[in-house]
């Protein structure tokens, strides 16, 4: 499966983006599928993950404010960001978790101003 992330953009600090990854296949029998971000310097750090089951789990600093969500009726996984904050600035990665491996799409970079 191939992904292809969107949604990233320039946002106000306080401001809300909505990131979308599409698969090229079925998500549905993924065992995870999650948002990764890097900043500047800084390592690739998990934000938000949903697996198979609907659980979800969040890195505490977007805790409250983002949300995972994924449809599997349009192969698509979402990550509704609100309240951003200008250490949000990051590119943004989703990443699908199967039994053949790990695949990640290309990044889309968020930008937020103070």
């Known amino acids: 499966v191939q992904l292809q992330a969107s949604g990233g953009g320039l946002v106000q600090a306080g401001g809300s983006l909505r990131l979308s990854c599409a698969a090229s296949?079925?998500?549905?029998?993924?065992?995870?599928m999650a948002w990764y971000r890097q900043a500047p310097g800084k390592q690739r750090e998990l934000v938000a993950r949903?697996?198979?089951?609907?659980?979800?789990i969040y890195v505490d600093s977007v805790k409250g404010r983002f949300t995972i969500s994924r449809d599997n009726a349009k192969n698509t996984v979402y990550l509704q960001m609100n309240s951003l904050k200008p250490e949000d600035t990051a590119v943004y990665y989703c990443?699908?978790?199967?039994?053949?491996?790990?695949?990640w799409g290309q990044g889309t970079l968020v930008t937020v101003s103070s």
């Open positions: 990443n699908a978790n199967s039994r053949s491996g790990s695949t």
């Open positions: 949903i697996i198979i089951g609907g659980s979800t």
């Open positions: 296949g079925s998500i549905e029998s993924m065992n995870a």
